[in-house]
């Protein structure tokens, strides 16, 4: 199979002040954009080498799921479309078996939103991600490809605590991750993505988001060199409570919870570049927006 050295993470943030007493991690939004990574995960560019990313995503949501899955807020409507640059440079030095790489995502968004509190609309920059440190490695065989990184997203986003509409968090959060690719048959493709995420508090709002854990995965099957079909989704579960002035928010610290699945196409139009179409359908939504994304994602060698 052809190498497309695409480690999807874009930064398509949404942050919306939303008029509700809970507001499950602030507003329901993380710094990761969940969903992002179905494409060859744990793959890096050969040492030496840089790659261009481009992310470009479409999320529209009508409702915002409470606690029992019913719609906490209504009237609400959120749409998002995100543009996202990225480059990944892996350095000519190595530790033994593992490349060295860094990269910095850019996030370009713009953002309405509805709620019974008013409309805002928003285009701005988003929160930077910052991966200084992501550390590779292949096996022997090239069939399993893998990678961890310590990334960090920092408050670069616009935020006013007065706003309706936010493209960023106004928090920093630490978003340590594992990325990997394996291919079982030369034709068959299995990538996954865990992350956690960790926030600071909101300083303008005196709200913590807890902690979440995310799952993308994908299933590919390669009809021949340029073509790839496969199914992809993802997993996003909050496992600790959301509290704000050191008090747990609500009965049940308004704990977010989503899964999504949806089908994914993959061109490759050289050895290391391609464009990729996917979309996502969001069910099993708990405190946080329900929607469908699809996104449109290329690379290619720089």
């Not at 995503?57 to 009237?75: L, Q």
């Amino acid at each position: 199979m052809t190498s497309f050295f695409t480690r999807l993470i874009s930064a398509g943030l949404i942050a919306c002040a939303i008029a509700i007493p809970a507001r499950a991690t602030e507003n329901g939004q993380i710094s990761y954009p969940f969903g992002v990574n179905t494409v060859l995960n744990g793959m890096l560019p050969p040492p030496g080498n840089t790659q261009y990313f481009n992310y470009s995503e479409y999320y529209s949501a009508n409702k915002f799921a409470g606690g029992n899955g019913g719609n906490a807020v209504p009237g609400f409507h959120l749409s998002v479309v995100a543009e996202v640059p990225r480059f990944v440079h892996t350095w000519g030095e190595t530790l033994g078996p593992f490349t060295i790489s860094s990269s910095a995502i850019v996030p370009l968004v713009h953002l309405h939103l509805s709620t019974p509190g008013g409309t805002g609309n928003r285009t701005s920059l988003g929160d930077v991600i910052l991966e200084p440190l992501m550390l590779g490695y292949a096996n022997q065989s090239k069939t399993l490809f893998a990678f961890v990184s310590p990334s960090f997203a920092v408050p670069s986003g616009a935020y006013s605590v007065n706003r309706i509409a936010n493209t960023g968090l106004n928090t920093y959060a630490f978003l340590p991750y594992m990325s990997v690719t394996w291919f079982p048959h030369p034709d068959w493709e299995i990538s996954t993505t865990t992350l956690l995420e960790m926030n600071s508090p909101n300083h303008a709002t005196q709200y913590h988001s807890g902690a979440v854990a995310t799952l993308d995965y994908m299933i590919g099957y390669s009809v021949n060199a340029r073509f790839q079909l496969g199914v992809q989704g993802t997993f996003l579960r909050q496992f600790t409570d959301d509290t704000q002035n050191g008090v747990k928010v609500g009965a049940d610290g308004f704990r977010g919870q989503s899964v999504a699945i949806g089908p994914q196409l993959r061109y490759m139009w050289g050895p290391a570049s391609g464009i990729v179409i996917k979309y996502q359908r969001e069910f099993a939504v708990r405190n946080r927006p329900e929607g469908n994304k699809l996104w449109v994602q290329f690379s290619f060698p720089v």
